[in-house]
């Protein structure tokens, strides 16, 4: 496809189930962005990567988050025991290097509904 | 310390007039790069504009316009010539060269009247 793609768009699911959210860079980027928005706020940095490895994972809350990208081309977003305050759109971007002068594309987001 | 401030929750102005949305950010990287993003209803985000920290010129986009003011550390949007199209919220984003993430700011609300 020509844009990033996350799936699913929505996302329900119960307090203290586990959810994988996927999100299909554009081809040929090397750089993969996961952020956290929440209603009314700026999108929150969770983890970046450089190809497969974690570059920085420093925006993770806590080890309920973690997210893989083993091919260097999709990535997952993986929560487990989800919490009420998980509630958010989670954000994939990605751009063609991790320079500070490239900007990044994103995908429609995963809207995940804790209840 | 907040790396990128906007000011403005919500703007206002009539179709077919500029509007200017207001950016400042905090960094002590001396390299560093500014980007604008609008968020329509729909949710993604869709990139706008890029202005270099050693970018001698400020960047123009067709209908934007980065205000690029280093001593102050400001990097004002301006749009001309709104359209109904432009309703949306706009967000303001900086990379530093040594950093990895972009940090955002909490958006304007741009609506545009007919």
């Known amino acids: 496809g020509a844009g990033v793609s996350q799936t699913p768009s929505n996302k329900v699911t119960e307090k203290g189930k586990y959810v994988e959210l996927r999100c299909d860079p554009i081809?040929?980027?090397?750089?993969l962005y996961w952020y956290r928005q929440s209603l009314g706020q700026g999108p929150e940095f969770l983890i970046y990567f450089q190809g497969t490895g974690a570059a920085d994972d420093s925006g993770l809350p806590n080890d309920r988050f973690f997210a893989v990208r083993p091919e260097g081309s999709v990535s997952t977003l993986k929560i487990q025991r989800t919490e009420r305050g998980d509630s958010a759109v989670y954000l994939c971007?990605?751009?063609?290097?991790?320079?500070?002068?490239?900007?990044?594309?994103f995908g429609q987001g995963t809207r995940l509904t804790v209840v | 310390a907040q790396k990128i401030t906007q000011t403005q929750p919500g703007m206002f102005v009539q179709e077919k007039e500029a509007v200017t949305l207001d950016c400042t950010y905090d960094?002590?990287?001396?390299?560093?790069?500014l980007f604008w993003y609008k968020q329509p209803s729909s949710g993604e985000m869709i990139f706008l504009i890029y202005?270099?920290?050693?970018?001698?010129q400020n960047a123009t986009e067709g209908r934007y316009s980065l205000n690029f003011q280093k001593a102050r550390k400001s990097a004002n949007l301006v749009i001309s010539a709104s359209q109904l199209g432009d309703s949306a919220m706009y967000f303001c984003a900086m990379r530093e060269n040594t950093g990895n993430q972009f940090y955002f700011g909490t958006g304007t609300s741009l609506t545009v009247i007919p």
């Open positions: 960094t002590s990287d001396p390299s560093y790069g």
């Open positions: 971007a990605s751009s063609s290097t991790g320079g500070g002068g490239t900007e990044a594309f």
């Open positions: 081809s040929g980027h090397t750089a």
């Open positions: 202005q270099g920290s050693y970018d001698q």
